[in-house]
């Protein structure tokens, strides 16, 4: 894997989630279980939004499965499955951005284009998944920062009491590319925050530029 292209997704995730959230009523299109909260807390307050938090899921996982479904030929006739469905993402954040920059700012999170904006963005967060799941087994997650941060500390205390050993180089090297992705995927979330403030829905153009880089990151199959 190349150096950059896992820290860059994780800065993209990031931002993705934060923008989304900040713009659609608290929908989270990246750490997407994160909606069962927030819809339980807007049907208990009767606060719009909840329909977005309800549909998110089931987009999330049915792109998923056309994901992994569309891999099977394609690596069949030898294309480069993971750059192709990088770019397709790239695709999606760039129609997102678009619709976003068209018609928001959101008065209503459940109106047609505010939902076309959630859940084109939890797809092509979906494809990001995917394309880890499936190409970048070895790499840190990009966008679940719950589970890595947990292992950060687990081998922050194994270097603490010494009990690393000569396991010790290898958890130093994982260790280093864990922090990578969740400083990175933190600076998104703070770099979305201050676009959002200063640029409103115009802050939703740089998530695809961020995304045209990564197939060129990408290895080839």
Not at 26 to 47: D, E, I, K, P, R
């Amino acid at each position: 894997m190349k150096i950059g292209l896992s820290p860059l997704l994780s800065f993209n995730a990031g931002y993705v989630d934060t923008a989304g959230f900040l713009t659609l009523s608290g929908l989270f299109t990246a750490h997407v279980t994160g909606n069962f909260v927030t819809f339980g807390a807007a049907v208990a307050q009767g606060s719009a939004g909840a329909l977005g938090k309800l549909l998110v899921l089931p987009v999330f996982c049915l792109v998923i499965i056309v994901t992994r479904m569309a891999a099977h030929p394609l690596q069949r006739h030898g294309r480069p499955v993971m750059r192709i469905m990088l770019g397709v993402k790239f695709a999606l954040l760039a129609i997102a951005a678009a619709i976003a920059i068209r018609f928001g700012a959101f008065a209503d999170p459940d109106a047609a284009p505010a939902l076309a904006v959630g859940l084109t963005l939890a797809a092509a967060m979906a494809i990001q998944n995917a394309v880890h799941r499936i190409h970048m087994t070895t790499e840190p997650p990009t966008t679940l920062m719950p589970g890595i941060t947990t292992q950060i500390m687990i081998d922050i205390a194994d270097l603490i009491s010494g009990v690393a050993g000569d396991n010790r180089p290898a958890l130093m090297a994982r260790l280093r590319r864990m922090s990578a992705n969740v400083v990175s995927f933190a600076a998104g979330c703070g770099g979305a925050a201050l676009a959002w403030r200063s640029e409103g829905d115009l802050c939703f153009l740089l998530p695809p530029v961020l995304a045209l880089l990564t197939p060129f990151l990408a290895p080839a199959p």
